[in-house]
């Protein structure tokens, strides 16, 4: 379609309904949130049994930071391997991201089972199991969202001119070296976006994190699925109104890394 250029009238009709619509969309659950949130803090429910806000985000954080920068690692690897190594790793790439194309409730039931068939062959020191572990729960959402951290960061090295590494290794540069000095730093602002995009998946995660959380540990999502299933909306108004804040600050870093040029990828 051909841009028109609309008259002031026209401009600020659309200026007007664009900001309405913001303002029923997002203005009005905000403030029914920020209502809810003061009617449960002077209530003093703002509480569950596993603790109050600061456990609830510190564990949130803790499971989102980690498997994220996880995910972003391995993405980054492999995007880097499948960059240089033709078909064959291009296919391994696929095959990694198979996870984000699955429901949350099936990976879930695949990593417990495949968790606890490691658990049975009594590899692992005594008393510690994977089933109910920060790390069994951590490899579960890398499963389920290694694909965001793979593709974002594999866009962004598909804009780093050929000739750029071309050049570096005839410099004598070798692969890690070539890497480092020349195609991380190009998509540096595209493992941003992809770490951000991690962030807010793996914070609103709810059916692995319900599934395979440790005892004791739960989460901003948990907690609003534990309030809502009993409909208890005004408890469950202030982990939702963190889960906004952490969405918008990922938001955030998300809309600063686009305008360095780093690609979205859904």
């Not at 692969?175 to 493992?191: C, D, H, N, Q």
């Not at 809502?228 to 408890?235: D, I, K, P, R, V």
């Not at 469950?236 to 990828?265: D, H, I, K, N, Q």
């Amino acid at each position: 379609m051909a841009p028109r250029a609309l008259s002031r009238l026209g401009t600020n009709v659309v200026l007007g309904v664009t900001m309405f619509t913001v303002l029923i969309a997002v203005g009005v659950p905000i403030v029914r949130l920020l209502v809810w949130s003061s009617e449960s803090i002077r209530a003093g429910t703002a509480v569950t049994v596993a603790g109050g806000v600061a456990h609830h985000i510190g564990n949130t954080l803790l499971l989102a930071g980690s498997g994220a920068l996880v995910s972003i690692v391995i993405g980054t690897v492999l995007a880097l391997t499948v960059a240089h190594r033709g078909r064959a790793a291009h296919l391994v790439g696929r095959i990694s991201t198979v996870g984000y194309a699955m429901p949350g409730p099936v990976v879930a039931v695949g990593a417990v089972a495949l968790l606890a068939a490691l658990d049975r062959r009594d590899w692992l020191p005594e008393n510690f199991l994977l089933v109910g572990s920060v790390l069994g729960l951590v490899f579960a959402l890398v499963v389920r969202f290694l694909a965001v951290g793979y593709q974002g960061v594999e866009a962004s090295l598909d804009k780093v001119p050929d000739t750029a590494v071309e050049s570096a290794r005839v410099l004598g540069a070798g692969a890690l070296r070539t890497a480092l000095s020349v195609e991380l730093p190009a998509a540096r602002f595209g493992m941003l976006a992809a770490l951000a995009l991690l962030c807010v998946d793996m914070v609103k995660e709810l059916p692995i994190t319900l599934l395979l959380r440790p005892f004791g540990v739960d989460t901003l999502s948990v907690w609003v699925w534990q309030a809502t299933s009993e409909s208890l909306w005004a408890q469950a108004a202030v982990p939702s109104l963190v889960m906004v804040v952490v969405g918008m600050v990922a938001v955030g870093a998300l809309l600063v890394a686009l305008e360095r040029g780093a690609e979205l990828v859904s």
